[in-house]
């Protein structure tokens, strides 16, 4: 498997912003989904933010209007910019690429951290 690699954690404080990067450290052809997840202590890792390779993206409810993905296609890399953090918001963010039908590809997880 070829890791992906995840950076831009950290701690802030609330109202604060964040941008986590993620970029594969080998080459992987033609991603169709990239995105970011998050797991909290004691929940299930869920979808933050998901975009596909023409630019089509797709928020989690919880964080549309404060945060925003984009990716550079011919860098297969992805971008997460968090704003507005709340410590709800705290949570190891995981990288993850897709390739149609059923690959997936991860990354070792950046923690965030939200106080107040």
């Known amino acids: 498997q070829v890791p992906l690699v995840e950076s831009g954690g950290g701690l802030v404080q609330a109202g604060g912003s964040l941008r986590l990067s993620c970029a594969p450290s080998?080459?992987?052809?033609?991603?169709?989904?990239m995105g970011w997840y998050r797991q909290a202590p004691g929940k299930q890792r869920e979808l933050v933010a998901s975009?596909?390779?023409?630019?089509?993206?797709n928020y989690a409810d919880s964080v549309k209007g404060r945060c925003t993905i984009s990716r550079d296609n011919a860098k297969n890399t992805v971008y997460l910019q968090m704003n507005s953090l709340k410590p709800e918001d705290t949570a190891v963010y995981y990288c993850?690429?897709?390739?149609?039908?059923?690959?997936?590809?991860w990354g070792q997880g950046t923690q965030v951290t939200v106080s107040l």
């Open positions: 975009i596909r390779s023409g630019g089509s993206a």
């Open positions: 080998g080459n992987i052809a033609s991603i169709n989904v």
């Open positions: 993850n690429a897709h390739i149609w039908p059923r690959t997936d590809y």
